[in-house]
């Protein structure tokens, strides 16, 4: 089976949130030993000081889990934006 070029490059994770009709808010890119927790949080400060209100944000298990729900609490109280899992 043929892996895209996104899977294909090792040692980088992106982190990308996007609107309701797909297009691209905000993109960051870190090594890959961030954890997605860590790195979510730093993506999802932007969308708040760069464009309208953001609410309610659906995201994937590494980023929405109940074993770690720092990520979770922490846009809850201090972004106000609920972080739905998938």
Do not use: C
């Amino acid at each position: 089976m043929f892996a895209p070029a996104s899977e294909r490059t090792t040692g980088r994770k992106r982190h990308v949130i996007v609107d309701t009709m797909g297009l691209m808010l905000v993109i960051a890119v870190t090594s890959a030993s961030v954890q997605g927790r860590a790195g979510g949080r730093d993506v999802l400060a932007r969308p708040t000081a760069d464009f309208r209100p953001v609410s309610l944000v659906w995201a994937d298990g590494g980023y929405a889990n109940s074993v770690d729900s720092t990520l979770l609490s922490s846009a809850r109280d201090v972004l106000n934006i609920v972080v739905d899992r998938l």
